[in-house]
């Protein structure tokens, strides 16, 4: 996805410094012109306004407050945007951190997947100063179409945990359709016709259950990184004394799949959990 979103930006004509843990995945975009940084540390003194989409929360954390992060080495006046699904209290860390050295601080993960980041239809949703979010929208909309500000610090990332739940609970559905059609002897791709623009659409069902069906579990998104974000969005939902059964129940499902091997395949591969 990170590729994607550094493309559109390049090809908007934006000079572009980038950094990743393995250099190897940066490089069609330093062919094309990117300059390469060894460190955050160095994109923070390069850059002004800088994106981040890591793994975990762990690594955003190490990206922005580590001895070599962005924090300690950006520059007054910066924006910092934090593309990453991570957990909203870090968010609100990290903004509390840049604002005392007059840097903004933007948590904006995203939905949409591979299609969303390579077609710039992400949807985007962002926590933060508003005068900041402002000041950065007209970036923001070379990478995505539903581009929303929900609020003060770490209200993307609640947002963002919203949109987990969704589809969670909407992914057993997807698949117990399938694996329903399929053993009722019907064509489940003619099935489809008829159940995914009806009252049961969903953005999973156009586009992961076709997946299913063709035997396609390459990652649009990890299952590592789905049992990610499903923990975070429990371990946030207790704290506010809420039950999440249905979420409870798509991770219990994911967790059994990753124990089986399949934590770098794509979320679509739920429909295994049914087929194995």
């Known amino acids: 996805m990170g590729k994607s979103m550094a493309s559109h930006l390049m090809t908007a004509g934006y000079p572009l410094v980038v950094y990743s843990r393995t250099k190897e995945k940066a490089k069609e975009l330093v062919e094309k012109g990117a300059y390469w940084a060894p460190t955050p540390k160095e994109v923070a003194e390069k850059a002004t306004v800088i994106f981040t989409m890591v793994g975990y929360p762990a690594d955003v954390e190490e990206v922005y407050l580590g001895e070599n992060g962005l924090i300690q080495h950006g520059g007054s006046g910066s924006y910092f945007i ?69 609020g003060k610090p770490g209200s993307g990332q609640h947002t963002k945990m919203c949109n ?42 156009s586009n992961l259950a076709p997946r299913m069906l063709n035997g396609n579990f390459e990652p649009g998104f990890y299952i590592k990184h789905f049992i990610k974000d499903m923990k975070i969005a429990i371990d946030e939902a207790e704290q506010m004394g809420m039950e999440v059964p249905g979420l409870a129940l798509a991770k219990s499902l994911y967790d059994q799949l990753a124990e089986k091997g399949e934590e770098n395949s794509g979320t679509q591969a739920l429909y295994k959990y049914w087929k194995d």
């Open 82 to 150: 934090d593309m990453t699904t991570s957990a909203p209290s870090l968010a609100v860390k990290i903004y509390q951190e840049a604002k005392k050295r007059g840097i903004h601080a933007i948590d904006a993960p995203v939905s949409g997947g591979d299609v969303g980041a390579r077609e710039a239809k992400l949807s985007i949703m962002a926590g933060g100063d508003s005068e900041a979010f402002e000041a950065v929208r007209p970036i923001l909309a070379y990478l995505g179409t539903n581009i929303v500000y929900q």
């Open 164 to 205: 987990q739940i969704a589809i969670a609970s909407n992914m057993i559905g997807v698949c117990e359709a399938i694996i329903y059609a399929e053993k009722a002897g019907l064509d489940p791709e003619t099935v489809l016709q008829s159940i995914s623009t009806g009252a049961a659409g969903s953005w999973s069902l």
